[in-house]
């Protein structure tokens, strides 16, 4: 999942919330036949900053993967004119910022690695590398392992270790729950092939079958994590940024993952994504758009399939629901929370511990979709589909209506369920913590108020302007009013 795990706090909104630089928009461009300049992560996105309510005139390309400018600091004006000379360097730059070896390089080191006897199969802990003899010297003095096994090769999340830059990678993989859950759902559902986008851990899942099972699933992985590419021959695995849709080995990468979703006419393939959601909604919607558009033209061309969606469990958390809905009308939210390993605030519920915000948002009708009944899920006829435990059927609402797994209590006054901690306010109008100002919202969303998201993560981002203008209008007077006082003390 997702980049900051820690802006997602709790339900109840206590914890502490990552302010990111806020304001930062993805703009249309003015002439949309201008081709984006390119970064060393592929083409780069055209942002605008929003500040005091109103879009600044002059837009700006920015590195579409990283969010962090220590990672990435490409940046362009829209209108800016580069010379020759800086455009040459920039080509340099790009080239220089590509990994040390190529898809091809990777592959026979991959196929010589594994000809290796065990005793002579190591792994450089420290360059994250699997090493071949005469890689050994080089590597003399690093934290090696040694022994690596067959089983160890198809396990390579286990081996590497997880980036975690928040900002970049934001890699939390799967509890070992979860990753059996969506394991076998796809193949339940009768899925054969599985692209995984951004989810290592789940592509090694499907392709590990138990000792004397045969398994006819497949899975290719799209991933920007280079290190990756030392464990998978050509047609598993694609380094890839969901974010711009560039496959970084150029046409023949996307001829594989083409051929994967082609095949048979399309049938039995789903894309699994569980995208760093610090990253945009809007430039992953494009992006999985373009992916629906690839397998929708190997589809037969009888009118009976022309209306059928490339089936898609997109793994984010519940509160971007209405976001998410918004590009992808025909989506439902699953009540399943999605568990990570690498992070402590979210295990499943049950441990004692904060409950997982993470949802599957899924076009499959949900009916299908059974959740284990070991965990408390349970099936409501009413709206047909499986839910939490806690989740209790509004009959006001006519639905499920907790999004948090905890049971929600309907507001006759708001007319709709509020979960449960909070009271209605006369004064605010609305449902919302006992212990609120109602001044209007502190540590929560500048948007729309809520605790449990901040305003670069709103859903409703689209009617943000006027909050944000009222904070940043109280911001401005007080550096203005710091300023006086800075000058009045001069001589
Ligand atoms: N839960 C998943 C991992 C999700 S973490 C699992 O266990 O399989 C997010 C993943 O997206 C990481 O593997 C990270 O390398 C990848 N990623 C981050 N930014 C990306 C980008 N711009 N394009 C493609 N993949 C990206
Ligand atoms: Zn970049
Ligand atoms: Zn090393
Ligand atoms: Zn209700
Ligand atoms: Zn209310």
Redesign the pocket.
């Known amino acids: 999942?997702?980049a900051p795990m820690d802006c997602l706090v709790s339900p109840e909104g206590e914890g502490s919330a990552e302010s990111r630089t806020s304001g930062v928009e993805v703009a249309l461009p003015s002439d949309p036949a201008a081709p984006a300049p390119l970064c060393p992560?592929g083409p780069t996105l055209l942002f605008v900053k929003v500040s005091q309510g109103k879009e600044e005139a002059r837009k700006f390309y920015a590195c579409?993967?990283c969010r962090d400018r220590k990672d990435c600091n490409f940046f362009q004006w829209e209108d800016e004119k580069l010379s020759e000379a800086r455009l040459a360097a920039r080509e340099i730059h790009n080239q220089r910022c590509q990994p040390p070896l190529s898809r091809a390089q990777c592959i026979e080191r991959y196929l010589s690695f594994i000809q290796l006897p065990l005793t002579q199969r190591k792994f450089c802990q420290s360059c994250q590398q699997l090493l071949l003899p005469a890689d050994w010297r080089e590597h003399g003095e690093h934290q090696l392992l040694a022994d690596i096994s067959v089983t160890q090769l198809g396990r390579p999340?286990q081996l590497l270790y997880p980036?975690e830059n928040k900002k970049?990678?934001?890699?939390?993989?799967?509890a070992d729950r979860s990753?059996r859950f969506l394991a076998g759902l796809v193949a339940t559902l009768g899925f054969r092939r599985v692209l995984?986008?951004?989810?290592?851990?789940?592509?090694e899942q499907i392709r590990l079958t138990a000792p004397g099972e045969k398994s006819d699933m497949r899975s290719l992985l799209?991933?920007?994590?280079f290190r990756y590419s030392q464990f998978y021959l050509e047609e598993s695995f694609c380094r890839?940024?969901?974010?711009n849709h560039h496959f970084f080995d150029g046409k023949a990468a996307l001829e594989v993952c083409k051929a994967f979703l082609q095949e048979e006419e399309g049938k039995g393939v789903i894309m699994v994504t569980?995208?760093?959601f610090g990253?945009l909604v809007e430039p992953l919607a494009v992006t999985f758009k373009k992916l629906i558009a690839v397998w929708g033209e190997g589809q037969s061309q009888s009118q009976d399939d022309s209306h059928k969606e490339l089936p898609i469990f997109w793994?984010f958390p519940y509160f971007f629901e209405s976001r998410i809905c918004q590009y992808f009308p025909s989506f439902c939210m699953l009540d399943y929370q999605v568990d990570?390993d690498n992070h402590a605030l979210y295990k499943h519920g049950k441990t004692g511990r904060k409950q997982s915000p993470v949802r599957i948002f899924t076009n499959i009708p949900p009916n299908k979709i059974i959740l284990p009944s070991e965990e408390g899920y349970r099936f409501c006829p009413l709206c047909q589909r499986y839910v939490s435990r806690e989740n209790q059927h509004c009959v006001h609402c006519n639905s499920c209506t907790s999004k948090d797994g905890r049971k929600w209590s309907h507001c006759f006054l708001c007319k709709k369920c509020v979960k449960p901690s909070w009271i209605h306010c006369d004064t605010c109008n609305r449902c919302t913590l006992p212990d609120h100002s109602c001044s209007g919202p502190k540590d929560g969303c500048f948007v729309c108020g809520v605790l449990d998201h901040k305003r670069s993560n709103c859903p409703n981002i689209g009617t943000s302007r006027r909050a944000n203008k009222a904070v940043r209008k109280q911001k401005q007077r007080k550096r203005s009013k710091i300023r006086r006082e800075a000058l009045k003390d001069k001589p």
Do not use: E, K, W
Request: net charge negative.
């Open positions: 999942m997702a992560h579409s993967a999340s980036l970049t990678h934001a890699q939390y993989l799967f990753c995984c986008v951004g989810a290592p851990r789940l592509h799209l991933d920007i994590d890839y940024n969901m974010f569980d995208p760093p990253g793994i990570y």
